[in-house]
């Protein structure tokens, strides 16, 4: 299917494989509702993600400010959950934001733009690091293009948050 893709529902706990612990915490999403994912290449994408943070978050935009939806860019991955002997897919968002707390529970909806690479196998813990923090870098790079914006280029897309 063609890009963007979207999908949305309560951020659930992961298998806490430490990601919060690399440094890298990814917020993991239920798939039932995103039946497209079943036909699309496992691996690294880009996109925006939009948060209803509850009311004493320390990260919610301040209330009186209309215009300022919780929208931050993001990184994801999708692939095959090892747990469900690799049956079931799994989506993790990494946002490109340090929260003061977290936000298990909360409504996010996903844009996704663009794909950046396929999944890889790892040596080392520091060879993956490496890689996450350059598809980082590729995903910041991209969300700020005019075209990517979602406040600008994805005018339209963004009615969905
Ligand atoms: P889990 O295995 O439960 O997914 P993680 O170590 O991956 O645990 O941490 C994910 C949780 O961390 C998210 O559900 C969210 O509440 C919180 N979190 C804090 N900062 C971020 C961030 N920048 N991106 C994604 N999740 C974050
Ligand atoms: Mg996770």
Redesign the pocket.
Known sequence: PPYPYKMEGK?I????????ELGI????LPVDNAPWIANVPSGIYFGWASLALPADHPDRPPQDDSSSLAVFPMVMSIGYNPFYKNTVRSA????????AR???DAHMRLLILGFIREEKDYDSLEALIQDINFDCEVARKSLEREAWRWDKGRKEDAEWF
């Open positions: 951020v706990s992961g298998f806490g494989r430490g990601s919060k915490p990814t917020a993991n993790e968002v990494h946002i490109l934001h340090s929260f977290d936000f298990y």
